[in-house]
């Protein structure tokens, strides 16, 4: 039983997401990679071919930086999972009612302050002139001002602090959901906290471990700032060079080729990611 | 392990040193930010020169107070333009999709789902790149044939706006479907049969009822659209969000008056932050 009305009614819900999806992540998408398979061969003039990802395959500064960057991401999403699990555990777990709640908060905090604000924080304690340097030097450990900004060590404390409550938010939400009467009857049955580790709470907080690796990654990957701040004239990242070829060079062929195959990674990535884990991007992203 | 199951007192305590540690971590860099605000000094640097307010109500130079400096000032009202849209029409696109994923089934509604969710793991520098080159193109088309300008269609505000719609609309989208699904539909049918129309009940019973979601989501999109850095980088036109502008000043070099505008935003964060939260949780 449709009637008219709520059939016009229908269309008139699926137009906004229809003319959403299509006008600004569809379309936009085709359009970069037409303008990533296009080379200039003269003023406004342009050819169908690969000679922008043959020129990305073709320098090693490009897909250097671009193996870094992946690297980095994948190194800063497990040093993330291995940081942030048993905080969400404590948070999940081993706390109740206020406690709970104000420790919850506490890291949903940092989350809603912008990414510029965080670094600057990460900038001023690191710096020559910073925070730690001085502590440092006042207890007496070094003589003088240590730098230590700007290397990749500084990039991954700031990689780590920028999305840890991207993947202590959803594992806190996971593990809230397990029983705990499970845990108990898993030590009744003679299992070791070990045991009871890999084979109750992983896998039930399994949605969570790969939503959050999933953010993290992507975060990582796409992230400006930091590697921008933190890191040193020699620490390119990925996105760094896409910024350049659009906004300095204006060789915008080149940077389409760029954002492509970083696209490319960062699905491959989450397609390889949601395969090995089992899980769905509707049952791991759709939680709100 | 939990609280049931009794544990060494030693792994306890290495527990809670880790927690205590992960805290202080979290808390350190926003903590310096703020403190350094107060520093009569020049660079937000050690050592300490004394307390001052002239980071925020300064007027001489080079002590220039946030509410002095125009550009911090502007920026910061561009920011709210900016929000305001971006909130407005990410909460309408939102509650439509919410009611078309909840109320409707049709053909092809799963694969629309994932594509609703793929703004989530696309970067945001490439969804910032991808509106640049589209609007760029169609501009040039337009302009070839015509003869006329679109500067609409260049980088600034407008192409801002849809930049940051594109992905906060999915999580204005997540959070108010989340709230429908809860929702009772024999309510609405009550007050069809209590001769009520269709379009009336969802006005008096349903919406009311959405409405902590709606102004929930509305609050979350504006802090995101405050915060948004990557897409709006490469959207960007003469007239700057807050952020590019913090990002342009420390360029140039820190000042004080960036970790002044830093902790007003982390006030005003937390303030809206706990707001939508409340507004989330609250009972129907």
């Not at chain 1, 502590?135 to 780590?160: F, H, K, R, T």
């Not at chain 2, 952020?243 to 935003?265: C, E, R």
Request: aromatic share 12%; proline share 5%.
């Amino acid at each position: 039983m449709v009637s008219d009305t709520s059939r016009l009614g229908f269309y008139l819900l699926l137009a906004p997401i229809l003319l959403w999806l299509v006008v600004l992540i569809i379309l936009p998408h085709v359009g970069l990679f037409i303008v990533s398979i296009s080379e200039k061969v003269g003023p406004r003039e342009y050819e169908t071919g690969f000679a922008n990802y043959a020129a990305f395959f073709n320098e090693p500064l490009y897909w250097r930086t671009f193996a870094r960057t992946a690297i980095m991401s994948i190194l800063a999403t497990v040093l993330t999972l291995i940081l942030g699990f048993p905080i969400a555990y404590y948070i999940a777990k081993l706390t109740r009612g206020r406690t709970k709640t104000t420790l919850f908060l506490m890291c949903m905090i940092p989350f809603w302050v912008s990414e510029l604000v965080r670094t600057f924080g990460w900038m001023i304690l690191l710096r020559e002139t910073g925070v730690f340097s001085n502590l440092l030097q006042s207890l007496g450990i070094v003589d003088g001002p240590v730098e230590m900004l700007y290397n990749d060590a500084a990039i991954m404390v700031g990689l780590v602090y920028t999305s840890i409550l991207f993947m202590v938010v959803p594992l806190v939400t996971t593990l809230d959901s397990l029983d705990d009467s499970l845990i108990e009857a898993g030590y009744d049955l003679g299992g070791t906290s070990t045991s009871i580790m890999r084979e109750i709470v992983i896998p039930h907080a399994m949605p969570g471990i790969v939503s959050g690796c999933i953010v993290v990654f992507m975060l990582s990957l796409g992230n400006y700032l930091t590697p921008i701040l933190l890191g040193g004239k020699d620490s390119l990242w990925f996105t760094g060079m896409i910024y350049t070829q659009f906004i300095t060079r204006f060789n915008w062929e080149l940077g389409s080729a760029f954002g492509f195959l970083l696209l490319g990674l960062s699905s491959l990535v989450v397609f390889a990611g949601l395969k090995l884990s089992r899980q769905s991007l509707t049952d791991t992203m759709g939680r709100a | 392990m939990i609280p049931t199951v009794p544990q060494p007192a030693f792994a306890k305590w290495c527990y809670r040193a880790y927690v205590t540690a992960f805290f202080i971590y979290l808390a350190l860099p926003l903590t310096v930010v703020c403190v350094f605000a107060f520093n009569n000094s020049v660079f937000p640097s050690l050592p300490w020169e004394g307390f001052t307010l002239a980071w925020f109500f300064g007027t001489e130079a080079p002590f220039i107070g946030v509410f002095h400096e125009r550009a911090i000032v502007r920026s910061i009202g561009t920011s709210a333009f900016v929000a305001t849209w971006v909130s407005g029409l990410a909460v309408f696109v939102g509650t439509c999709n919410a009611f078309l994923f909840v109320r409707h089934d049709f053909r092809g509604k799963a694969f629309l789902y994932v594509l609703m969710l793929l703004p989530l793991i696309i970067p945001g520098v490439i969804l910032g790149i991808s509106i640049l080159v589209f609007s760029s193109s169609i501009a040039n088309a337009l302009e070839d044939a015509t003869g006329l300008w679109f500067d609409g269609l260049r980088p600034g505000l407008l192409l801002v706006i849809l930049g940051q719609f594109s992905f906060i609309t999915t999580f204005a989208t997540l959070v108010i479907s989340a709230r429908l699904q809860k929702f009772d539909p024999s309510l609405e049918e009550a007050a069809l049969n209590l001769g009520a129309s269709k379009w009336g009940a969802i006005r008096q019973i349903t919406l009311p009822f959405l409405l902590p979601a709606i102004v929930a989501s509305a609050v979350v999109s504006v802090l995101m659209s405050f915060e948004n850095f990557n897409t709006t980088l490469m959207l960007v036109g003469s007239d700057s969000p807050l952020t590019i502008a913090m990002f342009d000043k420390l360029k140039q070099g820190s000042t004080p008056v960036l970790n002044a505008v830093s902790l007003l935003l982390i006030m005003v964060s937390a303030l809206l932050g706990v707001l939508s939260l409340l507004f989330q949780g609250r009972k129907a």
